[in-house]
T-cell receptor
Framework: AQSVTQPDIHITVSEGASLELRCNYS??????LFWYVQSPGQGLQLLLK??????LVQGIKGFEAEFKRSQSSFNLRKPSVHWSDAAEYFC???????FGTGTSLTVIP | GAVVSQHPSWVICKSGTSVKIECRSL??????MFWYRQFPKQSLMLMAT?????????EQGVEKDKFLINHASLTLSTLTVTSAHPEDSSFYIC?????????????FGAGSRLTVL
């Protein structure tokens, strides 16, 4: 069965520090993978997606993610976090039918 | 860009009443829309796929008589929570496929928070 796991429920980082949010998936074929951000009162916003090709994908707001088939992972990274990045982050697989449980990011000054 | 609008953004109702949530695609047509439910601090769970001009497809475990979905036009899908009870309190989110990406990329509404007293 398809599933998405986000091991970290909550992460706190200092502003300016680097960030990595983990995502592991279980899917029979090569998956379509997505990262979304959800801010209070706003809809989910697509950060980036991977369908095929280059395994390192660039997204909006300075985010990137790397698809690693051997590890069944699609971790989200950002080299320098801004206070405005505090939000809930969701990894999703296939046509976004399957979402991870989310990682809540807190950014401290 | 393609925008999905949900209304109302929040609603409070008494137990036993019905509540309708609208999902509109602005400036684009959506023959398919998806309805999700999100509990606090939890993930989005797909409830059903709304199909314009035909019956919705419900995910396993979702009561179709409780959650009525109607997709009467190419820009509007509605979710009606019938005879609502406190356990139906949740955040309901709709989405529609982005133009040019087939069904592979969705744009999401801002969600509707339902509180049943």
């Amino acid at each position: 069965a398809q599933s998405v796991t986000q091991p970290d429920i909550h992460i706190t980082v200092s502003e300016g520090a680097s960030l990595e949010l983990r995502c592991n998936y279980s899917y029979g074929a090569t998956p379509y993978l997505f990262w979304y951000v959800q801010s209070p009162g706003q809809g989910l916003q697509l950060l980036l997606k991977y369908f095929s090709g280059d395994t390192l994908v660039q997204g909006i707001k300075g985010f990137e993610a790397e698809f690693k088939r051997s590890q069944s992972s699609f971790n989200l990274r950002k080299p320098s976090v801004h206070w405005s990045d505090a939000a809930e982050y969701f990894c999703a697989v296939k046509n976004q039918f399957y979402f991870g449980t989310g990682t809540s990011l807190t950014v401290i000054p | 860009g393609a925008v999905v609008s949900q209304h109302p953004s929040w609603v409070i109702c008494k137990s036993g009443t019905s509540v309708k949530i609208e999902c509109r695609s602005l400036d684009f047509q959506a023959t398919t829309m998806f309805w999700y439910r999100q509990f606090p601090k939890q993930s989005l769970m797909l409830m059903a796929t709304s199909n314009e001009g035909s019956k919705a497809t419900y995910e396993q475990g979702v009561e179709k008589d409780k959650f009525l979905i109607n997709h009467a036009s190419l820009t509007l899908s509605t979710l009606t929570v019938t005879s609502a009870h406190p356990e139906d309190s949740s955040f309901y989110i709709c989405s529609a496929p982005l133009l040019g990406h087939g069904a592979n990329v969705l744009t999401f509404g801002a969600g509707s928070r339902l509180t049943v007293l």
